[in-house]
């Protein structure tokens, strides 16, 4: 199979409408062996670097980022010189109108570090709690929707515990865009302290609306965001209450931690003892059986 049936292949599925393809040994290998011929440098510069066309046909919701100086800042604009005032209207309308803004959310473009898209949140406004991890990833980014990868299973399957569903509450990420690397195709990073300040502003105008009785942090960034604290595994940072912006927090493990240690019974209590802890604040019924998970 050429590169070129291959990708007229693909780009006929997409005209189609299908958005997902399997792809056999023999495809992933041609695609492979092209990205490796495209990343070998080229003594004579091309007019248009063909890597893209090739990752975007394949994936066209995959793409590559720009390299960094095609997406390179003018000049990073600080958050806090923006002021983000929100119309009249009940939480959903007001949530609405922050993920406008959000959009085009020029302290977090002016990074240049980030990827374009912008992923808001899911669930409802009217939620007692915000369950806020760091940012999307690859996943996430595809269907826009926060936490729909391995973690947000993780995730679901932790509420499905507490007897709760998604729908019912309000999850979020402390940076609204997935950060970018050189390259990027289904990885992911973290985001640093500027791209987590840059979103700022929109967490806290989030909190405003929800005005919830308590937030959840999951993971290390997150926590280390909204405590303050830096490099402090979760292990220390859990177990206790925080105040965020008047609002108490609790901190513990990001889902993806949990899949990553799946036998390790002790870890599993002491998340499902942060989760119990957030159900005791949030006066949900407890029973006998969910005291004992995990024990
Ligand atoms: N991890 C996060 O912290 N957030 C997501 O939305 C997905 C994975």
């Excluded at 108490?248 to 949990?258: D, F, G």
Aim: charged letters at 25%; one cysteine or more; hydrophobic letters at 35%.
């Amino acid at each position: 199979m050429t590169v070129g049936t291959l990708i007229d292949y693909l780009k006929a599925q997409q005209e189609k409408g299908v958005s997902h393809v399997y792809l056999d040994s023999i495809a992933k290998n041609t695609i492979r062996n092209e990205i490796v011929t495209l990343r070998t440098p080229k003594p004579v510069k091309e007019e248009r670097p063909p890597v893209r066309r090739t990752l975007e046909a394949v994936e066209p919701e995959r793409s590559v980022i720009p390299s960094q100086a095609e997406s390179a800042p003018t000049s990073v604009i600080d958050p806090a010189s923006i002021t983000l005032s929100l119309p009249a209207g009940d939480k959903a309308a007001q949530i609405s109108y922050l993920k406008s803004q959000a959009q085009e959310w020029t302290p977090a473009k002016s990074l240049g570090t980030l990827r374009p898209k912008m992923i808001f949140s899911v669930g409802t406004p009217e939620s007692n709690i915000v369950i806020v991890g760091d940012s999307p990833g690859f996943e996430e980014e595809l269907k826009q929707e926060p936490f729909v990868g391995k973690a947000g299973q993780k995730l679901d399957a932790i509420l499905k515990a507490m007897k709760l569903k998604r729908e019912e509450l309000y999850i979020t990420n402390i940076c609204k865009f997935r950060p970018s690397l050189p390259g990027q195709t289904m990885n992911n990073r973290k985001p640093d302290t500027q791209e987590i300040a840059s979103c700022m502003p929109l967490f806290i105008k989030e909190l405003g609306i929800i005005k919830p009785k308590c937030i959840l942090a999951l993971g290390a960034t997150a926590a280390e965001a909204l405590t303050n604290q830096q490099n402090t595994p979760v292990g220390r940072m859990r177990g206790q209450w925080y105040d965020f912006q008047g609002i108490p927090l609790r901190v513990t493990y990001h889902p993806s931690y949990l899949l990553r240690n799946e036998n390790n019974l002790t870890e599993k209590r002491k998340l499902w003892e942060d989760m119990l802890a957030v159900m005791e604040h949030l006066e949900l019924p407890i029973s006998e059986k969910q005291k004992g998970y995990f024990k």
